[in-house]
Antibody
Framework: QVQLVESGGGLVKPGGSLRLSCAASGFTFSDYYMSWIRQAPGKGLEWVSYISSSGSTIYYADSVKGRFTISRDNAKNSLYLQMNSLRAEDTAVYYC???????????WGQGTLVTVSS | SYELTQPLSVSVALGQTARITCGGNNIGSKNVHWYQQKPGQAPVLVIYRDSNRPSGIPERFSGSNSGNTATLTISRAQAGDEADYYCQVWDSSTAEVFGGGTKLTVL
């Protein structure tokens, strides 16, 4: 069965960095686009970034552009999010999700919490 | 940038029909997807491409999309349908966009 497992979250000081990982299993990872979506405490869903199946096409939300970098390793069935220059407003649960061709997200991980605080 | 507008909350009596709207400029020309999120859980896709249900989603969930409004309809609402619901589209100017979410209360 399809599984997405995020890791790498934790407490980091403002200005610090963190790298999130998402381990995928149960499907042919290299066939699918992938996304990161976050949810601040008590708030709604916010799309963060998106990467095509080959990694050749990448998009970022304006709120993270220039600070976050999405990448993937199809040989390792893994998705990553490198987060630099973190701010308090980046505090959220970060989900990785599998994206279908129509843009819908049919599988989500359980999320990993990132807290940016001094 | 493209924006999606959802009501903050919708209430429905047990067994009745709930309708949750998602407004956006010419949203009828886009594919709209809907997610259900219960407290402490990851979102679940309930409708894709306006009106299609993934396997395992009850037929009570349906969707439509026309003009500037997309609608998620939940028939014969049950207590277990209480959740937050989000619409989502892909837009060429903004990439992916989520609506602000609607809290459904079943009375």
């Amino acid at each position: 069965q399809v599984q997405l497992v995020e890791s790498g979250g934790g407490l980091v000081k403002p200005g610090g960095s963190l790298r999130l990982s998402c381990a995928a299993s149960g499907f042919t990872f290299s066939d699918y686009y992938m996304s990161w979506i976050r949810q601040a405490p008590g708030k709604g869903l916010e799309w963060v970034s998106y990467i095509s199946s080959s990694g050749s096409t990448i998009y970022y939300a304006d709120s993270v552009k220039g600070r976050f970098t999405i990448s993937r390793d199809n040989a390792k069935n893994s998705l990553y999010l490198q987060m630099n220059s973190l701010r308090a407003e980046d505090t959220a649960v970060y989900y990785c999700a599998r994206a279908r061709r129509d843009g819908s997200k049919d599988y989500w991980g359980q999320g990993t919490l990132v807290t940016v605080s001094s | 940038s493209y924006e999606l507008t959802q009501p903050l909350s919708v209430s429905v009596a047990l067994g009745q029909t709930a309708r949750i709207t998602c407004g956006g400029n010419n949203i009828g020309s886009k594919n709209v997807h809907w997610y259900q999120q219960k407290p402490g859980q990851a979102p679940v896709l309930v409708i894709y491409r306006d009106s299609n249900r993934p396997s395992g989603i009850p037929e009570r969930f349906s969707g439509s999309n026309s003009g500037n409004t997309a609608t998620l309809t939940i028939s014969r609402a049950q207590a277990g349908d209480e959740a937050d619901y989000y619409c989502q589209v892909w837009d060429s100017s903004t990439a992916e966009v989520f609506g602000g979410g609607t809290k459904l209360t079943v009375l």
